[in-house]
């Protein structure tokens, strides 16, 4: 458990704000990797399609085609579930940060001498607590996190994309089964040679 400073402690406000800073950093780190990440997944889905196309119009690759779609679609949801990790734990740790100034705040000092009479305003404290009297915060309902009610949006991406990826996996396959036996005759199908034309024999004079 988080020990609480106790009344007589003081803390300096350059070591306040540095760790303000690293909060930060924090916050654009996590919009960074969404960034990132929903770039791969839109890849993925145009990568899916191409494939399903690739296989629809060349008959003997389908089987192939399909297979690398399920196990695209796969592994593309599992990183969905990989991404939906990385908000909670960058969320995690925001919160545990915010936290702490919170604790902090009212024992900043701002000069180098005992006597300095200016005192910290605790304005994440006072923040807060603004955001939850206009009823902008929630907790997000299974990490036990408490954040503004928009930020929990944050998770609808990562989650659509796994639902579409699962959707599409299971589609796939469901057509293979309807369609195994037309795909493995249409697999197996071979284009005969042509027989060459004998050249027509010219007329001697």
Same mark, same amino acid.
């Given at each position: 458990?988080?020990? !609480? %400073?106790? /009344?007589?402690?003081?803390?300096?406000?350059?070591?306040?704000?540095?760790?303000?800073? !690293?909060?930060?950093? *924090? +916050?654009?780190?996590?919009?960074? =990797?969404?960034?990132? @990440?929903? !770039?791969?997944?839109?890849?993925?889905?145009?990568?899916?399609?191409?494939?399903?196309?690739?296989?629809? +119009?060349?008959?003997?690759?389908?089987? *192939?085609?399909?297979?690398?779609?399920?196990?695209?679609?796969?592994?593309?949801?599992?990183?969905? !579930?990989?991404?939906?990790? $990385?908000?909670?734990?960058? #969320?995690?740790? @925001?919160?545990?940060?915010?936290?702490?100034? @919170?604790?902090?705040? /009212?024992? *900043?000092?701002?000069?180098?001498?005992?006597?300095? %009479?200016? *005192?910290?305003?605790? %304005?994440? $404290?006072?923040?807060?607590?603004?955001? $939850?009297? =206009?009823?902008?915060?929630?907790?997000? =309902?299974? $990490? #036990?996190?408490?954040?503004?009610?928009?930020?929990?949006?944050?998770?609808?991406? /990562?989650?659509?994309?796994?639902?579409?990826?699962?959707?599409? =996996?299971?589609?796939?396959?469901?057509?293979?089964?309807?369609?195994?036996?037309?795909?493995? @005759?249409?697999?197996?199908?071979?284009? %005969?040679?042509?027989?060459? +034309?004998?050249?027509?024999? +010219?007329?001697? /004079?």
């Amino acid at each position: 458990m988080l020990e !609480s %400073p106790g /009344p007589g402690d003081r803390f300096s406000f350059e070591e306040f704000k540095l760790f303000y800073e !690293s909060t930060e950093k *924090v +916050t654009d780190r996590r919009l960074s =990797a969404n960034r990132w @990440n929903y !770039s791969i997944c839109t890849a993925i889905v145009v990568a899916i399609a191409g494939l399903f196309n690739w296989g629809l +119009t060349t008959p003997a690759f389908l089987i *192939v085609a399909v297979v690398a779609v399920v196990l695209l679609s796969g592994m593309a949801a599992l990183f969905c !579930s990989l991404w939906i990790g $990385q908000i909670r734990d960058f #969320k995690e740790l @925001n919160n545990a940060k915010f936290t702490i100034l @919170n604790h902090m705040a /009212p024992h *900043v000092t701002f000069g180098d001498t005992e006597g300095d %009479p200016r *005192v910290s305003y605790c %304005p994440f $404290q006072r923040e807060w607590e603004a955001l $939850q009297e =206009a009823k902008a915060v929630q907790e997000v =309902a299974t $990490q #036990k996190i408490i954040a503004l009610k928009a930020s929990n949006m944050e998770y609808l991406v /990562p989650k659509a994309f796994r639902v579409l990826f699962i959707g599409v =996996a299971v589609a796939v396959i469901l057509f293979l089964g309807i369609n195994l036996s037309q795909i493995i @005759n249409s697999s197996t199908l071979t284009i %005969p040679a042509k027989t060459a +034309t004998p050249p027509a024999a +010219t007329a001697k /004079p």
